[in-house]
């Protein structure tokens, strides 16, 4: 049982401000990931949740109590970090239970949660191996083993999967996952890797200089970002920002973003959008999923496009191509089977349902 609040959380490091006053209020059960660029503050955050790091303002309560001044050992939170150390001396199952020990815990209490979190892990047959004897993924494992046995109110990794290579940490992730379900202990995990935050999270916390961007589920973050940055940020290939402006004719509205292209705009959006009609310093934003080829649905070449690819990257179950708009680059994923090629002209028909409209002044999504 553990709920976790932030409240206007400040953390000053002599001249920089790492965390510029955080609000946010983590259930109790609920897997919270972190993400952003590097240096955002996820880490200083979490050290912070921890106890690790002293605050510089604002407060972090604990199930309504506030733990400012209570030091990291009585936050009973249990913390992975990116560069976990196992002792090498040790065993698995001495590694996982070096903490219990320490508190001088009864053996046949040591032994049942070891035990327990072994199964959890699917590391029962490791028990008694060394370190060096167990694979990246299985090192990992005991690390995280090392935090169940203490059965904390609080998890909190940084990074955790970082050090992996590509394939582990897809199975580390879902390890993680699996773990959570069964152990439904509160987590705060910390990445920069967007795709880790979405598949993990319950709720995805955006962090960008210092602040908060936007808090929601994975996909209401993916399907409606508050702000360029999310837009940007969220989504792989990243989305395409173009500049544009918003015209109108005979009541219909449309987005402009050369001589040659104008998109009709969603009628389900034209109120929205119609204080906007002729103004300078908007951005169109599209998801290159949402730019495939022209497959003739699109009702009267609704939203097409006529790329000249410059670029295609075949990725088997799809291919990116690159072409330019008034020269600024753009990414479409089209089908292995639309002759995508380098050079090519190719039509596109743009799905207009999931286009965002950003005011660059304020970054915000209109
Ligand atoms: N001990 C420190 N002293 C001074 N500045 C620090 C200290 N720790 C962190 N910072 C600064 O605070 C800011 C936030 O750092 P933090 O480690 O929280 O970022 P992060 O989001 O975890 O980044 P990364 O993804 O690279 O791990 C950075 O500008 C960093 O340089
Ligand atoms: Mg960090």
Same mark, same amino acid.
């Given at each position: ?22 609000? #946010?209020?983590? /259930?109790?059960?609920?897997?919270? %990931? #972190?993400?952003?660029?590097?240096? *955002? ?11 690790? !790091? ?6 972090? /309560? ?22 976990? /150390? #196992? ?12 903490? &219990? ?19 959890? #892990? ?33 998890? &909190? ?12 940490? %897809? ?18 995990? %910390?990445?920069?890797?967007? %795709? ?8 995805v916390v955006v ?5 908060i961007e936007q808090i929601g589920?994975?996909?209401?973050l993916?399907?409606?970002p508050r702000t360029?940055?999310v ?12 500049? *544009?402006?918003? =015209? =109108? ?43 495939? !080829? ?25 291919? &990116? ?5 008034? =020269?600024? !680059? ?11 090629? !380098?050079? /090519?002209?190719?039509?596109? *028909? ?17």
């Open positions: 049982m553990a709920q976790v609040s932030l409240r206007k959380l400040v953390k000053r490091f002599d001249d920089t401000e790492a965390v510029r006053g955080i609000d #946010l209020d983590i /259930a109790d059960k609920e897997f919270v %990931v #972190l993400v952003g660029p590097s240096g *955002c503050g996820k880490t200083t955050t979490l050290r912070m949740i921890a106890g690790l !790091e002293e605050v510089s303002g604002g407060e972090i /309560a604990v199930d309504g109590e506030v733990v400012n001044d209570v030091p990291p050992k009585d936050r009973d939170m249990a913390m992975v970090f990116q560069n976990y /150390a #196992l002792y090498p001396h040790m065993t698995v199952f001495e590694n996982m239970s070096f903490g &219990l020990r320490l508190k001088r815990y009864p053996k046949d209490e040591i032994a049942r949660r070891v035990n327990e979190a072994a199964r959890i #892990l699917d590391i029962a047959e490791l028990l008694g191996r060394k370190p060096r004897q167990l694979s990246g993924g299985q090192r990992q494992r005991v690390a995280m083993g090392r935090a169940i046995v203490r059965n904390p109110k609080v998890f &909190l990794f940084d990074e955790p999967l970082s050090n992996l290579d590509a394939k582990l940490r %897809v199975q580390m992730r879902t390890e993680i996952k699996r773990v959570h379900q069964k152990v439904r202990t509160t987590t705060v995990d %910390v990445t920069h890797d967007q %795709v880790e935050a979405m598949t993990l999270a319950d709720r962090m960008n200089r210092g602040r589920p994975p996909n209401e993916y399907h409606a360029r940055f837009a940007g940020f969220i989504g792989s290939p990243a989305m395409n920002f173009l500049p *544009c402006r918003l =015209e =109108e004719a005979n009541g219909a509205l449309r987005v402009r973003l050369s001589q040659d292209i104008a998109l009709p705009v969603p009628p389900t959006r034209a109120e929205r959008y119609r204080a906007h009609v002729g103004r300078d310093g908007l951005t169109f934003g599209l998801r290159p999923e949402h730019l495939p !080829e022209d497959r003739g649905n699109g009702g009267a070449h609704a939203g097409a496009i006529d790329a000249v690819i410059e670029v295609a990257e075949p990725l088997g179950m799809e291919t &990116l191509i690159f072409f330019r708009i008034n =020269e600024v !680059e753009v990414c479409g994923r089209v089908s292995p089977t639309a002759g995508a090629r !380098e050079g /090519a002209r190719l039509r596109l *028909c743009a799905g207009l349902d999931n286009m965002h409209l950003i005011d660059e002044a304020s970054g915000h999504v209109i």
